[in-house]
């Protein structure tokens, strides 16, 4: 039986929804996280602990809901590995840009070739219906 879930996809600031636009879009099909935070919440709008076949409402930084997503695959990587699905599905042009991205977001951690990230693989299945401007 599936599960509804809610995630939120952060941004520069509250004001910043470029992931949620991607995953409308079609382009963001993959979200990473370390293995230690994955199964942690974090408030009202991001339960954690996603598993295959869950639905996931996903909200901007504001808590708005903007779209439902369903959750296909849940897979551990190492940072040195980045698999290329992982990384076009981020929206990344190669796996360096996915460690860059990740070293500048995650400062305090010692991200090195073996650290351990989960990826949660989804796909598209609702659009919010105040949401259709973010197609434009």
Known sequence: MTSRKKLTFWGADENDDSLVREVIAGRKTVTADTVEDYTKGY????????????????HDLKGRLRC?????????????????????????????????????????????????FVTLHFELVDVAPDTEYLLA
């Open 43 to 58: 408030g009202e709008l991001g339960d954690g602990g996603y598993e295959a076949g869950d639905l996931i409402d996903v």
């Open 68 to 116: 439902t997503i369903r959750a296909k695959e849940v897979r551990v990587i190492r940072f040195g590995e980045i698999p290329e699905d992982v990384w076009r599905g981020e929206t990344f042009a190669s796996a360096q840009e996915f460690r860059d991205v990740h070293i500048r977001c995650l400062p305090h951690l010692d991200l090195h070739d073996g650290f351990e």
